[in-house]
Every structure is written in structure tokens, then in C-alpha cells.
């Protein structure tokens, strides 16, 4: 039911331009094997030295394309992930722009079903394509993490988080008309289900990097509370831009949209490992600030993480960091009580009020509480103990 959900929802999600706006051709002459671009409308082929055309084999057995734009002057490359609607011929303007204005290498491609790429576009696919281009980029350009910026714009947010989170020394993530998940552009849910699509309100918790958040506050396809919730749920917030008036298709009209993407990628281009591990060691003395335990325990008031044992008897409740397996005749006695076996709390205000019972098959440290089918020592949680 949730295959068939999701396969339906796939459906409304993805409008691949219908015809493609280019073609690919293989070159003549001197160009002989190298692909190039041919504009559907112009008829006539893109002459570009610096633009490479890639066809790009996937998992999933799909062959998708590829645009990487080379800047000499460029330190870092940008990996757009394009919205539903589009294809690299629409984009390559813009691209060309990008490139030019934010001085970085750029790699556009079109997911499975776009432009002239095979397949059909699905969420499965797209994951698969930004996979297939990340691992190009590795093997064929010799880009490592550390200088790769994701760009994901709307739809695009899906596979850009998707590789976010599975990449901890990624430069830096741009969310342009992000979305929390495909659902929840249709209508306001606060439960994610399993059918839903795209869901981005999961993966930007697993992002390591600093991400910046581009969103239009008239934004009428994907509202801007969908940025606002991204941005809020980053682990490293960049300071975001919520362009005023701005719609869902048109932010790179506005000047700030240029200029604060250009600030965001002089940053990082600045952000040295050197900073970046000082910032890791202030978020994790943070957390580990926030806990009151010397150890990591996951929001427990313990001192130390350890096994959580089970009782034999069934009555007894699990909440005993430590267990010991011994015979009847190890089982200590108060010091202050007559007889081996106690009633529950020892009248002497001096002991420990060991608490003993007819139990031979355990023994058991508990923070608190008593156990009445089991013996059990109980002890204050201020002090510490240890794995024994």
C-alpha cells in the first residue's frame, strides 16, 4: 500500500519538460567523441571549451546527464539539483552565471526521465542519479567532500539532503524553496507517514555542515514555513535569506539573492579544517554540558551507560544498571538486623536499608525504588558506580 502510495505521488511531483529543451550529439572534426549540446529551439550546438557533457551510469541502470561547468579561478565545485519542472537546457544560462559570479566549478545534471537522461523520474531514481554524479565527480575531477557545496533547489532539496547526510565533511548545503517533505506541501500534517516522499524533515537532522536556507515569503507553492522549519532544524544554521515578495520560481531575479549566495560561499571557502573541528569540539562541549553525566547516557540521570538487565522474576521492573548472578549463601545480611532475612526496611537508620527477600536467582543495584520479589541493595543515583 505504501509502494503504491508513494508511485502515485511520484506522479504529482514530477513535470519533466515535454519535449526536452536540448539534445545530445556526438562532435565532429576535431571534437569527434566528445558530446555536445544542441538547443531544441536554436537548432544549433553550445561552443563552450570550458563546459563538459557527461553521460553518467547509475545503480539503478539509468544513464543521466551531466553539465560541469570549469572555472579556473574556482576553489570549491557546486552540485545543483534542479526543481520538478526544469532541464539542464533550461538552466544552463543560469548555470553559466553561477559559475561566473560565486567563482566555483559546477555540476548540473538531469534526474532519470529529464532532458536525455533514460528512465523515469521516482524518488528512488533521483537518489540514485546525485549518488552516480557525486562518485563522478570523486573518479573523474577529483573532488573530495571537503570542497563540494550541494545546492538543492524545491523538489532538488530530496537528493541533496539525501547525500548530505550520508557525507560528515561536506563544505556546505544551499536549501533554495526547500521543502520539509512531498506531503507536506499538499496539506499541514505534524506525523510524518510512510508513504510520504521526499522526506527532508528526517534528513536535515544528519547534516554535519553549515546550510544556508533561500526561501520567498510569498512563496504560494511551497510556503515559506517549509525554509523556516529547515533552517530551524539544522544542526549548523547559516543565516538565512527570506526574500521579501519573492515567489517560488524567481528568486535569482533579486539582487540579494546573488549577493548573499556569494557572501555564503566566501565563508566556506574561508572555513579551514582547522575552524571547522574547533566548531565541532564547541557544539559537542555543548551537549555534553546539557547532560549530567560524566559518561554519555543518552538523557539519563545516571552516572555511567551500561547493559539494562532483566530479572527472572517477572514482577521484578528492569531498571537495575547492574546484575550479579550468586547462590543463597553469598546473599549478604544487614549488619544491624538480627535474622538473614530483612521485611523490607531495616529499622536501623545507620545501614543502608538493604532490602531482602526469598529471591536466590539474582542481585541486583537499583537507583531507586524497592523490589519486593527479588533481592535488591538500593542505592542513592548522586553516587557513582561502576560496570563492576
Not at 511520484?10 to 567523441?33: D, L, M, V
Not at 551531466?66 to 538552466?91: K, V
Not at 517549509?226 to 535569506?241: A, F, I, T
Request: with cysteine; proline share 5%.
Amino acid at each position: 500500500m505504501g509502494c503504491m502510495f508513494s508511485q502515485l505521488a511520484s506522479k504529482f511531483a514530477f513535470f519533466p519538460p515535454s519535449p526536452a529543451t536540448y539534445q545530445i550529439r556526438k562532435g565532429e572534426g576535431e571534437g569527434e567523441g566528445r558530446l555536445r549540446v544542441v538547443s531544441t529551439a536554436a537548432g544549433a550546438a553550445v561552443e563552450d571549451s570550458l563546459l563538459d557533457v557527461l553521460m553518467i551510469d547509475t545503480k539503478r541502470g539509468n544513464k543521466i546527464v551531466g553539465f560541469y561547468l570549469r572555472n579556473p579561478c574556482a576553489r570549491l565545485t557546486l552540485l545543483y539539483s534542479h526543481g520538478n519542472a526544469a532541464d539542464l537546457g533550461q538552466l544552463y544560462d543560469l548555470f553559466l552565471q553561477l559559475k561566473v559570479n560565486l567563482r566555483v566549478n559546477l555540476m548540473g545534471y538531469d534526474y532519470s526521465g529529464y532532458g536525455a537522461s533514460t528512465g523515469k523520474p521516482s524518488e528512488s531514481n533521483t537518489y540514485a542519479d546525485i549518488e552516480a554524479v557525486y562518485e563522478c565527480l570523486e573518479t573523474e575531477y577529483g573532488v573530495s567532500q571537503e570542497d563540494l557545496i550541494l545546492y538543492g533547489q524545491s523538489v532538488g532539496s530530496g537528493p541533496t539532503l539525501h547525500l548530505a547526510s550520508k557525507l560528515p565533511r561536506l563544505r556546505g548545503v544551499v536549501l533554495h524553496s526547500a521543502i520539509l517533505s512531498g506531503l507536506r506541501v499538499l496539506c499541514h500534517v505534524k506525523f510524518t507517514f510512510c508513504f510520504d516522499i521526499y522526506k527532508n524533515i528526517n534528513k536535515i537532522k544528519k547534516v554535519k555542515c553549515p546550510v544556508l536556507v533561500i526561501h520567498g515569503t510569498e512563496d504560494d507553492v511551497v510556503n515559506w514555513l517549509h525554509g523556516n522549519g529547515l533552517w530551524k532544524m539544522s544542526r549548523e544554521p547559516y543565516d538565512p535569506l527570506w526574500i521579501k515578495g519573492g515567489g517560488h520560481c524567481n528568486l535569482e531575479l533579486y539582487p540579494d539573492y546573488i549577493r548573499h549566495l556569494c557572501k555564503f560561499i566566501q565563508e566556506m571557502e574561508n572555513l579551514t579544517t582547522k575552524i571547522r573541528l574547533k566548531r565541532i569540539r564547541q557544539t559537542l562541549q555543548q551537549q555534553k554540558g546539557s547532560c549530567c553525566c560524566s559518561v554519555s547516557c543518552d538523557g539519563c540521570c545516571c552516572k555511567v551507560k551500561c547493559w539494562q538487565p532483566k530479572c527472572s522474576r517477572p514482577s521484578c521492573p528492569s531498571c537495575c544498571p547492574v546484575r550479579f548472578k550468586c547462590p543463597v549463601s553469598c546473599k549478604p545480611r544487614c549488619p544491624k538486623c538480627p535474622t538473614p532475612r530483612c521485611c523490607f526496611s531495616c529499622p536501623s537508620t545507620s545501614c543502608f536499608a538493604w532490602k531482602c527477600c526469598s529471591c536466590t536467582s539474582c542481585f541486583q543495584w537499583r537507583c531507586s525504588g524497592c523490589c519486593k520479589s527479588c533481592f535488591q541493595w538500593s542505592c542513592c543515583c548522586e553516587r557513582r558506580s561502576s560496570n563492576g
